[in-house]
Every structure is written in C-alpha cells, then in structure tokens.
C-alpha cells in the first residue's frame, strides 16, 4: 500500500519530464544526449553552489523558521551560479545540429529533471513508503511540475538572451527582467514560506500559477522575437 | 578448485557490515517519521505452573477503534486496536469481552498521567474522583493480570497527542465509517519481537548485619533480631510497577531502622546485646520464595540464635490501624511479649495494633505473609501491616495503582517509631519504662528527609524480580545504603522457583501513524494518470499538429496518403478537410506508439 502510494508520488514527479519528451519533437530529434548533457552540467553547478553555500553562509544550528534579508540574499547570489550553468549548457556545450527552439526544450527538460532527481528522488523513497500519510509528497510532485515549467521558461529566455542576435530592442529589458525574476524564484517562495509564513499548499499553489504565467510570457517573447526572422 | 570455493566466501563477508548498516539506516528512518511516538507498557506475561496468563503477542500493527461496539454493522474488532481510556472504562463489558474470549487485534489502555510512577511532586486534586478511579483500576489489573489474553495488551499515559488521536478516531467511528485497511484513519505499530521466556529469572537478597556487644567469652551466644522487608513488585505492567506502600514503605522503615540502630550501635557504650539481621528480601510476590531461599542459607546456629524476626509489609499507608500477624497461636509466651511491646508503644503514638492470628497450612503452598516462612522453620516471627487479611497470590503487590499519592511519609514515620522504639526497649530491656529513644528531638531522631527521598526513589522504581538484573542499579544503591549502616552486607542471588515463568518485553514505543486508504491512493493514480494523459494531449497537439498545419497541407496529406492508405481512405471520406487534419493528428498521435521514428514524415 505504502509502496503504491511512493509509486503514485514518482509519476506525479517525475512523469511530466518523460511525458514532455515523448509528447513533443524532442524525441523525434532524438534530444536525449543534449538532455543528459544538461543535467551533467546541473549536477556539476549544483555543486559549485553547494560549496559556495557551504563556505559563506552560517548555518543556524535549528532549522530556523524566520526570513534573513542578508541570508536569504547572498543565496539569490548563488542562484545565478544556476543561471551561469545554463548559459554554458546552453552556448558552450556542442550540440548536434539541432534548431535553436528544441535545444533549449531539451536543456531545460534535462535541467528540471536533474533537478528533480537530486532534490526530491531521495526524500521521496525515504518518505513516502513510510506508514505515515502526508500531502507533503504529493505537493513536492506538484513542485515537481512547476519547477520543469521553470526550467524550460528559463532555458527559453536563456536562449533568446545570448543566442538570438537579431531581437526586437524593445524586448530585451522585458526578457532580461523574466530571467531574473525566474532565477530568484527560490528565493521568492523561501520569503512567502519563512518571511510571510505561508503554509506549503499554497506556496505550491503559487508556484504553479506563476509558472504558468511565466511560461505564457516566455512563450509570446519567444514567439514575438521569432517573427521579424520569419 | 578449492581456491575458487574459497574466494567468495572470504570476500562476501566483508560486505555484511555495510549491508547491516543500510538496512539499520533504512529501517531508522522509516520508523522515526510517525505522527506521535508514546511510550507503552505491555501488561505482564507470566504462566503459573505452565498455565499462561496475561497478554501473550506483543507486536502490534492495527488500526484504531474507540469502543467495543466498533462503528454499527461491522461488530469484528480482530483486526482493530481498541484505544480505552480507564477514566471512561465499562469494567462489566471489558469483563464480559474477556472471559468470552472475543477477538481484538488488540487493546490499548490510558491511564490518567497522575498515575505517572515519576510523578511524585503534584497531588490529586480533591474534586477528582480518584477513589473510584482507583478501585476501578485495581480491579482491572485483577481482571487483567488473571486472564490469558491472546492478544497484545499495552497500557499509555494520556497526553495531548493521543487525546487529540483518540478524538479523530472517536469521530471517525461515530461518522460511521470503520476504520479498515479501505477507509484510512490511525494505524497503531509497536515494533516488538516475540516475547522470550526469561531464563533463570534472577532474585536477590540482600542482608545485612549489625554484631551486638559480644562480653568477653560466650559471643556466639548473643541473640539476633531479624527485621526483614520484601522489596519487589507485581503488577499489570511490569514496567510501571514501583509499588509505593507495598513494599517501599517497609523497605524506607527497614533502611530508617538500620540507620537509627546503626548510630546507637556505632557507640559501644549504647551497643545493644542483640545481633540485629537486616533482609532486604526478593520474590515476596511468589510466596515469598526469596524468603524461603534466604532462611535455608542461613547456618544452623544463627538459625536458632534469632530471638524473632519483625517483617514489615504495607506500613506507609492513611489510617492508624496496624496488624500484628502471627502464626503462632496468639497464647505464646513469645508472641505475647512481642505483642505487648509493640501494644505500650502503640498507645503511646496513639496507633492501634491488634494481633491476628492465621495458621499455617504445610500443605498449601500459598504463603500469604513473609514471617509464615520463619514460622515454617521454627522461628518466632511476625509480620506488622496495615492489611487486615492475608492477600491472596498477587494481591496487593505495588502494581498500577499502588503509588506514592496514597503513601503517607507521617504513616511510615509512625510505623517506624513503633518498630524502633519497642525493639529498643527489648533491647536494653527498657519495657516497662514508659521513655523516648528515638524522641523527634534528640539525635536519634527519625529522619524525615531522608524517608521522602527513599520513598520517592522507591516509589519511581519499576522492581518487578524477573525484570531486575543482577547488578541493577535499586540492588546496588540497597547494598551501598545497607552496607553504610551495618556491619557486613551480603547479596544472594537465587533463582527463582519454576513455578512462575516470565516472558520479556514490558514497554516499548508505540508509533501512531496517520494512514491513507487503498482507495485513496487508486484514486490518486487515476488523476495522476488522466493529468499524465491530458498533458500528453496537450504538448502532441500544440507542438506536432501545429507543425503539421503550418507545413503545406497538401503534401502532409500526400505523405499520409502514400503510408497510410486505409487511413486516408477514411480520411477522404470525410467531407471537411480541417476536420481530416484533426483526424491526422489523431492519427498521428496513434501512430507514434507504431512508428519507431516519424522523421521521415517531416523530410518529405
């Protein structure tokens, strides 16, 4: 019973990611390499930041519930070490010889779920086979789903930011802002969670809305600095 | 060959440990996530002569109920953990659900937290009705410890946590839904393994010994004074029986009397001509079997040089009535001066004692009371106690209800006094003169504080013999506080007699989990699976189709043309052409669990 309610939690989590690949060109084009690419590179940033997080932050011994400005800044710092990481994923890694739109579906998808294995695959499996039921697994998958959006918008915006020459000059302050308000969408849920004492259902219930609102937006960006190329 | 048999198992054992460790690691975690972890004690598991009594599980892995009625239709509580608190407790239904030997899947028990062995600071309050609640308890230890019950029993404190538990699974039930594997709700766990028989099961006695004055020549003449109290518990649950008045209070008198004796003899000048014999005793529970053990190590010679021996048992409680028991019939010339000591000193505490006499059956093996066991040698003994008649086996043994709320410091000051004072005026045979030995305050003052704090520590104490080690820490601090009062401190360890057999396992930790139903979780893979799906719908259409309808319509239509014939044929049928595009995607949709790559479709 346990067991299925972990399985249940793992396609919630984890199901998106496959479903996006299958479902859209990525798997026609056979992205899968890039992908696994990304998500070397993430493994690799993701460490970076550990080790930056572990040298400047103070770890207050219990796990404290209230917000630090300071803290919780220099980690919105080290949440561009992400952005740096994409930005080589994206520019610096060779790629086979694919369009520009299903390299940075393929990197972002490679991102999220590099993401979601490191952060939620182990918490899950010590978690949700447990006796005890909570919604905090299912909420974590729904976060899951956020996130991937997340990344993907990233990744777009990303792609748009260094690898579209020819874009609409107007856009470019709007595209720079959406990246960075993406990039310091941890630190926003860490403020509403601590600072403003939110409860998780609706962290997540925020995360998800805002994830859609920003992949709508990153959508017609991308969509808007595609046309005058057509 | 023999090499090649070899290598493997060299090699694999080096890997047990860090299989151990995971599986350790894996097993930590999952058990420490639950909602609520209570300590539990298990009700006591014991055969009397290979009959078995008590609970006899201890693994418990069920869902909670409230009330023995379950929730309307269903009346099978064998797979339901009934969560009873005793304040609400129907002692005729329990009774009735016992002896009919109904299925549970198992029971338990709250005590009201007042009941706490370590709370010994705060008092009842005098509104609560906490005579019945305790007569009420003792007869449901009776009922409990008398019965064989197939199934685990374990008793808990109320507190906050499972009150709120109890609450959710109290309305669960009257909502009338069961608390079953389909429904959710409380799961209870208590990981034990199968209860053992404990082995040899371990009593100690200790004694100690304070010499008189020997005059010179005929020492080994000088009579002996034996006090004696049995120190060990019985009760419902092993773990919680620190039984206060029964028999901490005799234990304090006899560990004051030492010390009172120990400051008078320390001064040869006041050194008594008696031998004083200190017997801290065990197994009293079981017919006084350490008593019995003790007695037949003793030489003949100090068998015979002891005068009487005084036993104290249940001296600690409210009210100003003791007993005197004997065995002997009450005319002998012994007893009668025993008797007479105690009666002047009595009066003059103003306590009544009064002297029953109970004969020994040689036949029954039943020893209501621990100087029945000198008497049984020949000595001359008596048991002084505030109970009336003799207990019957397990009886009145410092179990649930016997805590240090209902002990008296003043009661066993006063029992004390008597003692003291009137083997005092045996001693330096003072018996007609009406003085004051031990007066409140002169230097041989009874000791207050140092009573309280033997009682507390006592009364906190779980002594049940089986469960008692040999170097148990209340058999060591006896021995040190024995040994700092007398002469010469010795500690036999018996074994107990095999008539009572124990099983381990008294207390462990109850983990309350909050579960969800099967139901809940197919559910939960249906609208998992439709999102799955939907979204899967979703990305096709507005990425595939999309390209497909932004690619020249006719040669999307020529290529599904060439490869699907059938297909198309269908396709051409129908007379809208956006219509045949909706179909393609469907198609197409269809088409991509078929096809292992539709790159072809897009090179055309």
Same mark, same amino acid.
């Given at each position: 019973m346990t067991v299925f309610h972990f399985f249940n939690c793992a396609i919630l989590t984890f199901g998106p990611h496959a479903v996006y690949?299958?479902?859209? !060109?990525?798997?026609?084009?056979?992205?899968?390499?890039?992908?696994?690419?990304?998500?070397?590179?993430?493994?690799?940033?993701?460490?970076?930041?550990?080790?930056?997080?572990?040298?400047?932050?103070?770890?207050?011994e219990s796990e404290s519930d209230n917000f630090d400005p300071y803290q919780e800044l220099l980690k919105a710092l080290f949440g561009f070490i992400e952005?740096?990481?994409?930005?080589?994923?994206?520019?610096?890694?060779?790629?086979?010889?694919?369009?520009?739109?299903?390299k940075f579906q393929a990197v972002g998808l490679g991102w999220a779920?590099?993401?979601?294995?490191?952060?939620?695959?182990?918490?899950?499996?010590?978690?949700?086979?447990?006796?005890?039921?909570?919604?905090?697994?299912?909420?974590?998958?729904?976060?899951?789903?956020?996130?991937?959006?997340?990344?993907?918008?990233?990744?777009?915006?990303?792609?748009?930011?260094?690898?579209?020459?020819?874009?609409?000059?107007?856009?470019? !302050?709007?595209?720079?802002a959406c990246a960075g308000i993406v990039a310091t969408m941890p630190t926003i849920t860490s403020y509403l969670r601590r600072g403003l004492g939110w409860h998780l259902p609706k962290v997540v219930g925020f995360e998800l809305f805002s994830s859609l609102l920003i992949a709508f937006i990153s959508w017609q960006l991308f969509v808007a600095c595609q046309r005058p190329s057509n | 060959m023999a090499n090649s048999f070899r290598k493997p198992a060299i090699l694999d054992p080096m890997y047990y440990p860090i299989i151990a460790l995971l599986i350790a690691l894996i097993a930590c975690v999952e058990l420490s996530d639950a909602v609520t972890a209570v300590d539990v004690y298990r009700l006591v598991q014991y055969d009397?002569?290979?009959?078995?009594?008590?609970? /006899? @599980?201890?693994?418990?892995?069920?869902?909670?109920?409230?009330?023995?009625?379950?929730?309307?239709?269903?009346?099978?509580?064998? %797979?339901?953990?009934?969560?009873?608190?005793?304040?609400?407790l129907n002692l005729t239904l329990i009774t009735e659900y016992i002896e009919q030997k109904k299925l549970l899947g198992g029971l338990l028990l709250l005590l009201p937290p007042k009941f706490r062995p370590e709370n010994t600071g705060s008092t009842f309050g005098a509104d609560e009705d906490i005579d019945s609640l305790r007569n009420k308890l003792v007869e449901l230890e009776w009922l409990l410890t008398h019965s064989n019950i197939p199934y685990p029993v374990y008793f808990a404190f109320e507190d906050d946590n499972i009150k709120a538990v109890l609450a959710e699974v109290k309305r669960n039930d009257a909502s009338g839904q069961p608390a079953t594997a389909t429904t959710g709700g409380y799961k209870l766990v208590v990981a034990a393994s199968d209860p053992k028989r404990i082995v040899s099961p371990n009593i100690a006695n200790i004694q100690g010994w304070l010499p008189g004055l020997k005059v010179?020549?005929?020492?080994? &003449? @000088?009579?002996?004074?034996?006090?004696?109290?049995?120190?060990?518990?019985?009760? +419902?649950?092993?773990?919680?029986?620190?039984?206060?008045?029964?028999?901490?209070?005799?234990?304090? +008198?006899?560990?004051?009397?030492?010390?009172?004796?120990? +400051?008078?003899?320390?001064?040869?000048?006041?050194?008594?001509?008696?031998?004083?014999?200190?017997?801290?005793?065990?197994?009293?529970?079981?017919?006084?079997?350490?008593?019995?053990?003790?007695? /037949?190590?003793?030489?003949?010679?100090? %068998?015979?040089?002891?005068?009487?021996?005084?036993? @104290?048992?249940?001296?600690?409680?409210?009210?100003?009535? @003791?007993?005197?028991?004997?065995s002997k019939p009450p005319e002998n010339a012994y007893i009668q001066q025993i008797f007479q000591g105690f009666s002047t000193v009595a009066e003059e505490l103003g306590l009544q004692v009064g002297l029953k006499h109970k004969k020994i059956n040689i036949s029954n093996p039943r020893v209501a009371w621990e100087h029945e066991q000198f008497s049984r040698l020949r000595v001359t003994a008596a048991t002084l106690s505030e109970l009336s008649t003799a207990p019957?086996?397990?009886?009145?043994?410092?179990?649930?209800?016997?805590?240090?709320?209902?002990?008296?410091? *003043?009661?066993?000051?006063?029992?004390?006094?008597?003692? *003291?004072?009137?083997l005092a005026r045996h001693i330096y045979s003072q018996e007609k003169k009406s003085i004051s030995i031990f007066a409140d305050d002169s230097s041989l003052a009874v000791n207050p504080s140092y009573i309280r704090s033997w009682l507390d520590l006592l009364s906190t104490t779980p002594r049940v013999a089986p469960f008692l080690s040999k170097n148990d820490p209340l058999i060591k601090a006896l021995e040190k506080?024995?040994?700092?009062?007398? *002469?010469?401190?010795?500690?036999?360890?018996?074994?107990?007699?095999?008539?009572?057999?124990?099983?381990?396992?008294?207390?462990?930790?109850?983990?309350?989990? &909050?579960? *969800?139903?099967?139901?809940?979780?197919?559910?939960?893979?249906?609208?998992?699976?439709?999102?799955?799906?939907?979204?899967?719908?979703?990305?096709?259409?507005?990425? /595939?189709? %999309?390209?497909?309808?932004?690619?020249?319509?006719?040669?999307?239509?020529?290529?599904?043309q060439s490869k699907y014939k059938d297909e198309e044929k269908k396709m051409r049928n129908s007379s809208n052409q956006s219509a045949g595009i909706v179909q393609q995607g469907l198609d197409d949709l269809i088409s991509l669990?078929?096809?292992?790559?539709?790159?072809?479709?897009?090179s055309t």
């Open positions: 690949y299958s479902a859209t !060109p990525l798997s026609e084009y056979d992205t899968l390499w890039t992908s696994i690419k990304a998500a070397v590179v993430y493994l690799f940033t993701a460490l970076v930041k550990l080790v930056c997080l572990a040298t400047f932050l103070n770890v207050s952005v740096a990481g994409l930005y080589f994923a994206l520019t610096q890694l060779t790629h086979r010889n694919i369009s520009q739109n299903h779920f590099a993401d979601s294995v490191l952060h939620r695959l182990v918490p899950l499996w010590f978690g949700a086979r447990g006796l005890e039921f909570t919604w905090d697994y299912i909420l974590q998958g729904l976060e899951a789903n956020a996130n991937l959006v997340f990344s993907i918008s990233l990744a777009a915006l990303g792609s748009l930011m260094w690898l579209r020459k020819n874009k609409p000059k107007t856009l470019i !302050p709007i595209i720079y | 009397i002569s290979g009959v078995p009594f008590g609970s /006899r @599980l201890a693994t418990l892995n069920h869902h909670a109920g409230s009330s023995f009625f379950g929730s309307g239709s269903s009346s099978d509580l064998s %797979r339901t953990v009934l969560i009873l608190p005793v304040r609400e010179d020549g005929d020492s080994n &003449q @000088l009579p002996t004074i034996a006090i004696v109290a049995s120190y060990d518990t019985f009760g +419902a649950a092993p773990a919680l029986s620190a039984g206060s008045d029964s028999n901490g209070s005799g234990v304090v +008198a006899l560990l004051e009397i030492a010390r009172l004796f120990s +400051a008078l003899y320390s001064n040869p000048k006041t050194r008594g001509r008696y031998n004083l014999l200190f017997g801290l005793t065990s197994g009293g529970q079981y017919n006084y079997n350490g008593t019995q053990k003790w007695l /037949r190590s003793f030489d003949q010679r100090l %068998r015979e040089s002891i005068d009487y021996a005084i036993c @104290l048992n249940n001296v600690g409680s409210l009210g100003n009535q @003791l007993h005197l028991h004997v019957e086996l397990l009886e009145s043994t410092g179990g649930l209800t016997d805590n240090r709320h209902f002990t008296s410091e *003043a009661s066993i000051i006063r029992s004390i006094k008597l003692v *003291a004072e009137s506080e024995l040994a700092d009062h007398t *002469a010469e401190v010795n500690v036999q360890h018996e074994t107990l007699d095999g008539t009572f057999t124990f099983y381990d396992s008294t207390s462990g930790k109850l983990h309350i989990y &909050q579960v *969800a139903s099967v139901t809940f979780d197919l559910l939960l893979l249906l609208v998992l699976g439709s999102y799955l799906i939907t979204l899967f719908s979703f990305l096709f259409i507005t990425t /595939r189709v %999309r390209i497909l309808v932004s690619l020249n319509l006719d040669s999307v239509i020529l290529v599904y669990f078929r096809r292992p790559s539709s790159r072809k479709v897009k």
